[in-house]
């Protein structure tokens, strides 16, 4: 999953980013309302959060622009200010959910993830399919209530595949929702990590839909002959 943070103060980003990065997500950052704007109309993030008093462009602004551009990426608004008419603002102009600083760094990683679940139609933060279980909480995969040790790269592919079961998703788009803005991307490096995954798991999960990507079924999921 790819998340994108809209904050000024620039301690309060680096420790969201770094807390974001450390729970499995590629991140990219902004540091005004105007860059972050520009980032989220122009890059297909999983989830954005959004302080509302940015310089250059204020938070409600900016998300109002982004739904009034059709874009619907869920966004959760970081604010200090704590007025239930500040509230009603943020979700008018279409916020998905608001956290009030000072915040746990563990809450806001919880709302992100139960975000993410909700706008991927998974009802709890385990999301199984066959004998393999996504725990997103704890950042763990699962084959038969085995333990199945992957890299952050594994791990990011498998999840962005099991959120979006049910559904072909292309070199293309897993490449963009992988990795962050810095990071020299190759969609080549994609199928090497299908085919590490698929050795690791050892389960038939993830098909190949010839010319067009990955697909995790949900009535898939048997053991490999």
């Known amino acids: 999953m790819r998340l994108l943070v809209v904050e000024d103060d620039r301690d309060l980003n680096r420790q969201v980013v770094s807390a974001l990065e450390e729970a499995g997500y590629a991140v990219d950052k902004a540091f005004d309302g105007e860059e972050g704007a520009f ?19 204020d938070g409600v602004s900016v998300l109002s622009g982004w739904r009034r551009a059709q874009i619907k990426t869920p966004v959760i608004i970081l604010t200090a ?5 500040d509230k009603v ?17 563990e809450e806001l990683l919880a709302r992100v993830r139960a975000l993410l679940r909700r706008t991927a139609g998974h009802a709890t933060s385990q ?10 909480r704890s950042g763990r995969v699962f084959v038969d209530g085995s333990p199945v040790k992957l890299t952050s790269h594994e791990y990011r592919l498998l999840s962005y595949l099991m959120h979006h079961t049910g559904r072909v998703v292309s ?12 990071f020299d991307r190759d969609s080549n490096t994609i199928e090497v990590f299908v ?13 190949t839909v010839r010319g067009l990507g990955y697909l995790i079924d949900a009535g898939t999921g048997g053991k490999q002959p």
């Open 195 to 207: 085919g590490r995954l698929r050795k690791k798991l050892a389960v038939d999960l993830i098909q």
């Open 81 to 85: 200010r704590d007025r239930w008419s």
């Open 127 to 136: 999301i199984g399919v066959g004998p393999v279980v996504l725990d997103t």
């Open 171 to 182: 070199r293309a788009e897993l490449t963009e929702h992988l990795y962050d803005q810095d």
């Open 89 to 105: 603002n943020g979700f008018d102009a279409g916020a998905d959910d608001y956290v009030t600083k000072p915040f746990h760094m």
């Open 39 to 57: 980032l989220g109309e122009t890059e297909p993030y999983d989830c954005i959060i959004l302080d509302m008093g940015l310089p250059k462009a």
